[in-house]
């Protein structure tokens, strides 16, 4: 039996229902993340990262999608397809090493190429006219030991699809300009390391020539110019102020209850996806504000407000904010600003716990505030800032980053323009209707987890939600705009219709 939320909210108007469900039958294991359409062959590519694969699911029938096909694909990070041509990102064995993309026959299955790209592909997309592929290789480390520093070049491959070259738009003129970078607002945090190696990128749109990508750690985003295959940019994006109202977040996981309210504190946005929208002949930018930190050997940058030490100029009552029912269980960036005696004088938490948009320069124009966290409360009470890996686990994700917003997506249905963005860890997708880019309106959400069931037995619905993908009306088998979702958590792929 699904839970209330399971049934669809009508804010602004849309109604988003489930229409079929395709279990890759493990939970836990990442067997359901990024999902393709292509319209041609009604088929739907999904990454299997627990098998090293892509399923390809028939969604003729979108109330019964069945596997037909897999493609042998190691190391499958992310999928996109044009035109009958699949594309895969798959990372190498070795994470900090050269990572591929394949390319694949929509109807067949058959791989027709394979190219190098630069280390740990996360993320790729056709360009509108198909004719390149582009590839956030985001260079992720794997070690800050001293005299031991594993940190590979985050870049941005751009494959010729016709001809199979690739040209790599890096980061090397940044390099010795850390400090300039820091003082834009860029984050540059990875010690012994360049800006090169700082920079990884995670999530791209393109349109018109440029692609757009979020840099998530350093809470940035690159402009790049996709004919000379060269970054023009990097936009820092600012921080969120939750001391105001319209900012408020529930920011303790022990208070035993929904607490949503201002705080001193600022949120530093790290977007995973993006995506963008034409308004009125100008470009905007979507983002899903998730948050994103570095654990890695020999260097962590998470710390517990309770375990940090605060300026008493900034924070007179420290005391105060230290208790767990405050902030004292607020995870923040380690490398938040502090005085010169390394007291903290600014506390910056993970992510914005929001969806944004963005003009094309990268200022921000809206930001879904609270909303989220209030939406959650209101449609979803019991299920408040719940974790994604169990269902008894209310109130557990308010110290860290919310409902984290991850997946996005936009499409239009009925000539309005909609984003739609996964909540990973409470789970469902919420609906924003774009028709004003400056006043972006609530327009729906659905939520197909069952908090009765159990997660690790996998009988608790669709939880964890990565890929979120737009089948537009024309496109769609029903005639009807569809959403498919991949299920990090779940293993599942859930298919949605929308309707206004």
Known sequence: MLTPASASTRPSGLELSLLGRYSAGAVGAGAAEITAYDAKTRRVFVVNAEQGTVDVLDLRDPRAPRKVVTLATPGANSVAVHDGLVA????AADKTAA??????DARTGAKKRQVTVGALPDMLTFTGDGRQVVVANEGEAASYCA???NDPEGSVSVID???GTVRTAGFQAWNGKEDALRAKGVRISGPGVSAAQDLEPEYITTSGGTAWVTLQENNALAVVDLARATVRGIVPLGLKDHAQPAGALDASDRDGKIDIRPHPVK????PDAIAHFRDRGRTYLVTANEGDSRDWECHS?????KDAELAPSAFPNAAELRKDAELGRLTILSDSPKDAEGRYTELRAFGGRSVSVRAADGSLIWDSGSELERLVARDLPAGFNADNEENDSFDSRSDNKGPEPEGVTVGQVRGRTYAFAGLERVGGVVAYDLSDPRRPRLAGYVNTRDFAGDVEAGTAGDVGPEGVLF????DS???TPLLVVGNEVSGTTAVYEIRS
Do not use: K, L, N
């Not at 990572?99 to 694949?104: E, H, K, T, W, Y």
């Not at 940058?301 to 407000?305: A, F, G, L, N, Y």
């Not at 089948?471 to 024309?474: E, G, M, S, T, V």
């Open 301 to 305: 940058d998470e710390v517990r407000v």
């Open 147 to 149: 005299g031991a520093v």
């Open 99 to 104: 990572g591929s993309v394949a390319f694949f």
């Open 471 to 474: 089948i537009d009306a024309h």
């Open 477 to 479: 088998p029903t005639r």
């Open 267 to 270: 949120g530093v946005y790290m």
């Open 161 to 163: 699809v016709r001809r």
């Open 88 to 91: 895969v990102a798959q990372q």
